[in-house]
């Protein structure tokens, strides 16, 4: 018996049809999208996107940072990589740069 993605209402036979480890809906292969870091298969509306790197993720695997109105959303990696370099300018910024060179003169 056909079955219909609950996303783009594709009828598909219910082998290409993957269940959403999130909402448990049935989609298609072209709907699904699996976090990178955990394997889990989710439905569009589940997954998360890495905004640095596009990665799709699972509400688990998703660092979401920011305010409830604009979130963002960031890989593991990204995450560290976006620390370590925040880390790196409070350092700077709380030196004395004297060889800073392209660095705008009051
Ligand atoms: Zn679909
Ligand atoms: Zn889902
Ligand atoms: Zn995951
Ligand atoms: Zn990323």
């Not at 699996?34 to 695997?61: A, K, N």
């Amino acid at each position: 018996m056909p079955l219909k993605c609950k996303l783009c209402r594709k009828t598909v036979s219910s082998v290409s049809l993957v269940d959403c480890a999130e909402c448990g809906e049935k989609v298609c292969r072209d709907c699904s999208y699996t976090c990178v870091m955990c394997d889990t298969l989710l439905c569009e509306s589940c997954t998360y996107f890495c905004e640095s790197c596009g990665e799709p993720l699972c509400p688990e695997c998703a660092i979401v940072t920011g305010d409830e109105d604009r979130p963002h959303v960031l890989c593991e990696e990204c995450n560290e990589e976006m620390e370590e370099d925040s880390l790196e300018e409070t350092e700077m910024n709380s030196h004395y740069r004297p060889f800073q060179r392209n660095f705008q003169r009051w």
